[in-house]
């Protein structure tokens, strides 16, 4: 047992633990505070290496971002067997410890997206994953049936939760976290079942 | 009965008369394509007296959109009176008309509102104006009773038709406006209701 040898690192494993490194740093502070400097300083390595491995600043948020939206996809995968809405409860609530743990970062995401084509695509595409895989983990139907409607629906139940958990995260004004995770959990089986199909 | 005079209109409301113009450009096209030329030559008068009246073209595209969510406050008022289901829906029915008839504008705000300050605060106030209304509009708790998780709650559902009417007119789907509709009132009272009361 050593420790683990820098310079036997690929280019790609170093990118890829540069990255990891992004994203941590991301946890706790926006997008724009995140510079290379910083990048550079907390690794222990030159910005002119940097710039070697992600070409400009705009490139590394980029890298970063495309990273943190491959590890919320992969930190809230529901557990592939049990009851659809235990598993349902599971993702969610991974869910919102994800954002819990990443708040500045994830915040300055949904408001760079707005902004930034290139973050929109990566936040739309995160989110057409997270909302796709309900209907992949729900195959039979259990919770949701796949329809346009319910397509639609989980879209707007998606909007919903993120809404819920930066609300609650910025003021959570007397409601508790397992409160809020029941509620968000709840409120899609609660949704597509509003009006039964035609 | 004569032709309104423009010359007797007080600088107020000459101001007001070229803030409704403005709203009336920005539906069907976004902030940014919204400039202080533009309204100059649909209003016929000179960029000079434009500047005059809105001092830069980021305190005009301000003014237009207070103006804007002023009016989509407005126009989704419930009736004063009815069953409250009735009157949720005549006011989710009105949002989808706003949205529907201003989409460049709308979709534009919410984009922008990400990324500026100011407009953040204005499509925030508004957004507030919208859910405490239901509260004061449903005051005897028929559909909603007030605390801090259905204030929450409301938030989240706001942020949820607010995505499925933009998704909806961006690809509608085969989803029939009716039906939208009819999801949108009905999914309120199915969130705060998904766990009684403790």
């Given amino acids: 047992m050593t420790a683990p040898a820098r310079t036997r690192l690929s280019p790609d494993e170093r990118r890829s633990q540069l990255l990891d490194l992004g994203v941590r740093l991301l946890a706790t502070r926006s997008l724009e505070e995140l510079s290379i400097d910083m990048l550079a300083e907390e690794a ?14 705009h490139a590394f948020h980029e890298a970063v971002v495309r990273r943190a939206a491959d590890d919320l996809i992969a930190q809230t995968a529901p557990p592939g067997e049990g009851d659809p809405l235990e598993r ?17 970062g994830y915040l300055s995401l949904v408001k760079g997206a707005a902004g930034n084509d290139t973050l929109r695509e990566i ?33 707007g ?8 958990v930066l609300s609650w995260r910025a003021a959570p004004d007397g409601v508790a976290r397992d409160e809020l995770i029941a509620l968000m959990a709840a409120s899609l089986p609660a949704i597509v079942g509003v009006i039964p199909p035609g």
């Fill in 123 to 155: 936040y739309e595409e995160a989110r057409a994953a997270l909302t796709d895989r309900i209907f992949r983990e729900d195959a039979q139907g259990q919770i949701i049936t796949d329809s346009a409607t319910n397509r639609l629906l989980v879209r």
């Fill in 88 to 104: 349902l409860l599971v993702s969610v609530t991974a869910y919102v410890d994800y954002v819990d743990a990443n708040y500045e």
């Fill in 157 to 164: 139940w998606s909007a919903m939760i993120e809404e819920l």
């Fill in 44 to 57: 222990g390595i030159s910005r002119g290496l940097l710039y070697h491995y992600f070409g400009s600043k």
